[in-house]
């Protein structure tokens, strides 16, 4: 892999972004859902949302090369929408993402994060530490409620 570099999104970035969280969804949670859970996913990722999301959402974009492999999101103490482009799954990256928004976390004094994970993604953030709070049920499908305290500094 090549070295990374991280950036801030901003609305020129919605339309790569986009098709690398939609191209994610369709490879990556096909086995978990089904083609309407993940066609409504898909529609949630479309540029037009994206640049709402730009608004009241810290998100971190990920590059390898020029190339937009991975991104993750912070919106109050949520862990948002981490994509990892298929090709670069496996390798480590969701693991950094994961670490860095973290870090922003704790920056803003946050004591403990919480996320929606999909089906498909429970077991990797179970091994980050991310604990189990409740199965939801979504029109686009179930989601796992999770939560992780963080060591924040005083």
């Not at 020129?12 to 098709?19: I, K, N, Y």
């Not at 919106?75 to 994961?98: C, T």
């Not at 928004?101 to 993604?121: D, F």
């Not at 077991?123 to 499908?141: K, M, N």
Request: charge should be neutral; charged fraction near 20%; aromatic fraction near 8%.
């Amino acid at each position: 892999m090549k070295s990374l570099k991280f950036l801030k999104a901003t609305v020129a970035d919605v339309v790569p972004l986009s098709g690398l969280i939609q191209r994610t969804i369709r490879v990556s949670n096909a086995s978990d859902y089904g083609q309407k859970s993940i066609d409504m996913l898909c529609a949630i990722f479309e540029p037009a949302p994206l640049v709402e999301r730009l608004e009241n959402e810290a998100i971190l974009l990920c590059f390898s090369g020029a190339s937009l492999v991975g991104t993750v999101g912070l919106k109050g103490n949520y862990l948002r929408s981490l994509f990892v482009d298929p090709a670069f799954q496996g390798q480590g990256l969701g693991k950094v993402l994961v670490a860095r928004i973290e870090e922003e976390a704790r920056q803003r004094a946050i004591p403990e994060m919480m996320l929606h994970s999909s089906i498909t993604a429970r077991e990797f953030y179970a091994a980050l530490g991310y604990e189990f709070v409740e199965l939801q049920s979504y029109p686009e499908g179930p989601f796992v409620l999770m939560r992780k305290p963080l060591n924040v500094r005083p």
